[in-house]
């Protein structure tokens, strides 16, 4: 099967040539820059050398010829591509904003008209499987809905209210330098951004909705010096206390099948390069602390559109997403 | 002036000597470590050599001559040398926990018994600055509460939920190496801990409380990868909602007269080495996320320690503390 | 083919497992830990979890029953067990010291005596390849000693002085907490150690010297604030100059075959839980400045471990070591 | 005594108003700078808040009223401001490289003719205080060549070749944020840079001459994940070998009568913030090891600037620099 991957310059168009190596039937046959058309794939990506002799190719002017295309390219330049590529029969993952959410709530959170929206399934396996199963088009979850989600999914109906408080790796920025991402600025620091306004914030609600939930929603996220990875600790506030034991078991219970889900202490290292989500949960009556680990660039990003991927076309979900975290 | 400091080997040790060297007044004349006995004192702080001739002396054989002690050991250690120094005319700075709770809350977070218990003012100056104001005992907070407290101050009445989220430098683990502290636990990693458990959850309760709050009160830290400094995410929940203006003025009106808490974007870096606590307020209605900086071993430890000094001595409350934060 | 790891609690025996998940025909059915002994695998390495469900056996008591074994002991451990197993017509890849050196020289080094010495290949297999084909034992290179050797090796006959300049990630000190790897020890810090002293001195001076050079070899560790990955900077004095063109070329001769050394800017990231180790060189005249980039835990232990395996078992000798580097 | 400083948007013009808040007389009383003109200070220098009321001047347009002027400005732009001021009477030390080299070498060094040359004494006091005593102008060193000279000189008479292997954190690449200090390509990192070409590489060689050396001079530098410091590995080869106690008692003796170079094992938190430069040295016959441990922002920059003005107006050489350093 070929894949496409536009806009394969950046962290996550790295880190799918990388786990797409492991796959059992996919591989990457095209990748686009605009910025970088002529360029070895690997002059970028050094990791990948000796693994591929890719070069990019322009999306405007280069015929993208593939099976199964992702879109890692900004917002509002993803609705550019994906309409097309359906047409032409091409099964779509898309790793931007653009279909993540209702057309009106997009243009109201990202300040910019939808020049070409349609509905579409939201990549969390975990909780949207059947929407994704066989579909053409899967739209891929932000970074922090992915590990707010799952680390408060089980006690969705539960709560009251649901304050995320997210630790994020600097990747999650991109590859693109700013004062945001300047060393000494990083370096022995952490940074609160956004303290109420962040754009994911949008996707939590609507997935707590989804899952049934009436609770109020925040998010603060912060910038840790740490290259890859998002803890998520979500303090939750339950409508009647619950002990230990009861949300352990409606955790235990909630991701019993999940393969990508494993119950136990959330550490960045275990996660580390891989498509796992661990998650956590302590209880002190009614206020519980439930905390998620993930890898920001693949089960926040590559790792779960591949995961997608799998599922749209037929292959076993975790077909090239089986390794363990890098620890330490 | 004379200064003792009982139990000088630790990091608050090396702040108290490193901090003292520009006071007024004080003179630090005598540095204990029952281990070190004997030792140069630059020996294990290297970075007071050319400062200093001291050598440590047992606190247990040698005589502690001083016009101020400062106790820098560990709980249930402190209360062992306190009542003796007091009786000899010598006042105290605790940096320990043995006086910040009430005897039986001490006990109980503690879970040990308390052999020597009297009251003493709580010192963090903002708060309780009468009371330390020529004091012969005053007990210094935990780094946490001290950034905490200061955080959720000025909305302490009119918030029915406080959740701290703090995230702290390792030097808050003192020097002793452990699992916790091992590199490769810490580097490109986030680590909560004590979850919903931390002993110094017991001093935030206990400050809002003093400041007339009924909030129900929550605390869990987290381990990052940085040297000093704590951040605190205070995740508030008004009664009533108030617009940004109200509760931005709310803060500025808290802290006008004091020195030591500037309103301003928190970072670790602008305060690393000094006593300052900035902090900052957002307001998304009936939510507000306030956060404060402080460095863990200055205004968390020594440099409030000498914060109390001068006030139960008569010194200008800045003096020795007027250095500015290493940035970057 | 069944594997077992003697001494599994480390990083190194975490690595074995780790790799091993990706290997044809390797099996991994006994890892022991005398102290966790009957503790699952997976809670001592959280990142296996789901994959494993071995538990620790203890390896004086319990039987190993392997067709391969790594050692991943300590120095003058491993002796005690190298010479049983083998008897037993068990192959066996030792990560330990104690069969790099002749045995006078590993007694010097090391100051204690060798209970149970013979001769065997020091596996670098870009070096020994030869010696290490069907071998029943292969002593595994030190960290430091692999990414030197690979560094200077092409120009080691052409040298009279050679100096390694190393900067290693705190993994390669082990799992063991201590004052070196405290996280305020070596966070923002750099830290040289064994200035001139260093045990892997010897085994770089026997590959140069096994290489041809008569080169004075010196070598200065140091510790970076990094978890994993070694930097080499080799400081090469040439008899006779050699432009940029000459020197690159005898590099990329020298390694054309070679499937884990690539010639390329070295980046940690890029070589981070793989087994590449990627080389430049830059020459000045006389002088060139040689650098290579190796995973410590990889290439630098667990990777060429398996490694030596494939070459000692017949399989392809990338067999289980394709995976990318993570970057970042 | 009024102090300008002419471009203090930068790290060294923060660290000059913040060093110069402990100095007996100086007051900064002008800070320019082109684009932030009208912007208060401590809004690009949040760790100054409270302590000044100071706005940013444009150079070119308004007065520039002081008795002396740090030029904290790049090259090339330096030499348009140094004479003006000096011809006004105005004391100057130049942080840039304008001055440091004669001209023929600045103009290849630097790919740029020098439009305003004259000779200025090179301020490391410690090699140059009597042409720095009293001087109108001194010409402070890179932060490079501070670190490396003071590492070597006591051996410079005695080696053949002087290799220094230095690696700075990350401020000295400045506040301009790029892909060389993006985070994610620095964190858990070690990145080698102009291997050879370095241009501080001829003040290096410049002050080992003027110290009667003849040797071979080599430099490679390398960002380190670290906010501040360099620490400079000088590997040294003697013409004749020296013992331990030889070696040591040069350094002792050659810096018996400086304060602000202590010989000490190098850490960079034991100077972190301080003017200190700690060194150390370790023999193995005709090659011996020196390390030297600064601050680059401080000994490195604007705090051996301070230095040279404090010589060059009578103050005592370390008025405003007793600061220790800030470890951990």
């Known amino acids: 099967m070929k894949v496409a991957i536009v806009g394969a310059s950046g962290y996550a168009g790295g880190e799918l040539v990388r786990l797409l190596l ?3 039937a996919a591989e990457v046959t095209c990748v686009t820059s605009r910025k970088l058309a002529g360029t070895p794939l690997d002059q970028i990506h050094p990791q990948l050398k000796g693994f591929t002799d890719l070069k990019f190719t322009n999306p405007e002017t280069d015929a993208i010829d593939a099976d199964v295309a992702f879109l890692a390219v900004p917002h509002t330049v993803a609705m550019t591509y994906a309409g097309k590529l359906l047409s032409r029969g091409i099964k779509v993952v898309d790793l931007s904003a653009d279909y993540r959410l209702p057309k009106e709530v997009f243009e109201k959170v990202y300040g910019v008209p939808h020049t070409d929206f349609f509905k579409a399934p939201y990549g969390i396996p975990e909780i949207h499987r059947k929407d994704c199963l066989n579909a053409k088009f899967v739209s891929n979850p932000g970074c922090f809905p992915t590990g707010a989600t799952l680390a408060a999914a089980p006690l969705a109906q539960l709560a009251h209210t649901v ?25 022995d620091n952490v940074g609160p951004y956004k303290w109420t306004s962040h754009r994911h914030l949008a996707e939590m609600k609507q997935e707590l909705a989804f899952l049934g939930s009436k609770a109020n929603v925040y998010f603060t996220p912060h910038l840790v010096p740490v290259n890859r990875g998002i803890l998520t600790t ?3 506030l339950l409508n009647e206390p619950l002990e230990q034991k009861e949300v352990e078991k409606l955790y235990r219970d909630f991701y019993k099948n999940e393969y990508f889900v494993r119950y ?11 498509n796992f989500c661990d998650v956590m949960v302590e209880s002190e009556g009614t206020r519980v602390v439930a905390i998620s680990a993930i890898d920001n660039l693949v089960k926040g990003a590559s790792g ?11 292959y076993k979900e975790n077909d090239g997403l089986t390794g363990a975290g890098l620890l330490p």
């Not at 995320?164 to 700013?178: E, I, L, Q």
């Not at 136990?264 to 891989?274: D, E, T």
């Open 22 to 24: 492991h796959h059992s």
């Open 163 to 187: 304050i995320f408080d997210s630790k994020t790796g600097v990747s999650g920025a991109g590859d693109n330098p700013s004062a945001t991402t300047h060393y000494p600025n990083v370096g």
């Open 234 to 236: 979500a303090h939750i």
């Open 264 to 274: 136990q202490k959330p550490i960045l290292a275990a996660v580390r390069g891989s």
């Open 304 to 314: 779960q559109a591949i995961q997608n991927m799998n599922l749209m076309c037929g």
